[in-house]
């Protein structure tokens, strides 16, 4: 159920105040530090509902999530360009009582399993420059391996449900790079087990009630062909 940069666009829309033209600054400030990180060649995949998008349905976004190979010396660097975005924006950036503003956040990888994953990112146009997407399996992982703390990292649960659910991304392979990353409590790979269980009760919740309003729709009056055709040939057999 993949969709496109477009289908975010047209989600950013504040709609408590519909004067408020902040949530529609996200995909300039998306492309300004896009641009940034190319021109510097890092490697790097951008995370988050964002990324989601490509392999989900599209949700509203406030917040713009990067990872990106940086080592010691180029991490100084990184907070140079989120600096300088942030300033260029900064009347869509700062933190104004009820303007939503949009964040930027671009972190380096946690560890050599997430480094890897970074030559997994999808490269396409997405809000009219060439971005490199996280893979699904990255996006669970990333889920997955978040320990819900605030109401953003416990939203992250719901995005694992519907990686899932949706059927994008190998779970046996995240499963294994769970495995490769977690603590001795497993709380990675219990997390996973959580979002798939909670991912077959909506798909199967979602059956059922389409079969209850499917059978309320029936005619009761009605009679299948098969039906018919029975009745027929069983008149038809007798002498």
Do not use: K
């Not at 492309?31 to 890092?42: E, T």
């Not at 077959?200 to 059978?215: C, D, G, I, K, N």
């Amino acid at each position: 159920m993949g969709g496109s940069s477009a289908d975010i666009e047209a989600l950013l829309i504040d709609v408590t105040d519909p004067n408020n033209q902040t949530p529609g600054m996200l995909p300039a400030i998306f492309r300004d530090i896009i641009g940034r990180l190319d021109a510097a060649g890092l490697a790097y995949a951008v995370v988050g509902r964002i990324a989601l998008a490509l392999h989900e349905q599209a949700r509203f976004v406030s917040v713009i999530e990067i990872v990106a190979d940086l080592d010691v010396d180029r991490r100084q660097e990184a907070a140079e360009f989120v600096r300088t975005t942030r300033a260029r924006f900064a009347e869509c950036m700062d933190p104004h009582p009820f303007r939503r503003p949009i964040s930027l956040t671009l972190r380096p990888c946690i560890c050599a399993t997430e480094m890897r994953l970074l030559a997994d990112a999808i490269i396409l146009p997405w809000f009219g420059v060439a971005a490199r997407l996280a893979s699904a399996e990255h996006l669970l992982w990333v889920c997955c391996r978040t320990e819900p703390v605030t109401l953003d990292d416990a939203e992250r649960h719901v995005d694992a449900i519907a990686l899932i659910a949706g059927g994008a991304v190998d779970l046996h392979r995240v499963q294994g790079l769970l495995r490769e990353t977690d603590d001795v409590d497993e709380a990675g790979q219990r997390r996973l087990r959580l979002a798939i269980g909670d991912a077959v009760l909506s798909t199967t919740s979602s059956f059922s009630r389409f079969m209850a309003e499917r059978r309320a729709r029936l005619d009761p009056n009605y009679v299948p062909v098969w039906r018919w055709l029975q009745t027929e040939t069983a008149s038809d057999d007798e002498p």
